[in-house]
């Protein structure tokens, strides 16, 4: 399976620093910015700074440091956050969205992390 890294989308983009974005987090392999239009009191998106188009891409072609300091990060970030249940906090949900059929907007993996009110069920009936 080859998978096709277009390097002008709007998250390769942020990494180049061509555009602003707020961080919240940032290590050597990994990025946590807020969403432009959040969909939750907290609305962070963590991406790695590889090139990687989606969630499958990213767990087959990156390296084990890179996808500990993807994970760690974001769970740093929840913490941050103040939503992590296992640290006192109410809780988040984290999504992936990956190809067509997941309406992905930006084909640079990132990892959703929404939370800071109960978010209903997964997906609407
Ligand atoms: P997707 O639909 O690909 O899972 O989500 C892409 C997310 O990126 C959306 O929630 C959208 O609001 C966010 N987004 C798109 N463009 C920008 C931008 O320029 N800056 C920031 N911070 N977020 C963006």
Known sequence: ???SYDDQNIFARILR?????KTVMETEHTLAFHD?????PHHVLVIPKGPYVNYDHFSAE??????V???R???AVCALLGVSPGKGGAGYRAIANSG????QEVPHYHLHILGGRNLG???PH
Not at 17 to 21: F, L, Q, R, S
Not at 36 to 40: C, E, F, L, N, S
Not at 100 to 103: F, V
């Open 1 to 3: 399976m080859t998978y």
């Open 17 to 21: 620093g061509e555009i602003p974005n």
């Open 36 to 40: 432009i239009r959040p969909h939750a």
């Open 62 to 67: 990156a390296s084990a440091d890179e996808i």
């Open 69 to 71: 300091d993807f994970h």
């Open 73 to 75: 990060t974001a769970a």
């Open 100 to 103: 067509p059929d997941s309406n």
């Open 121 to 123: 069920a997964l997906l």
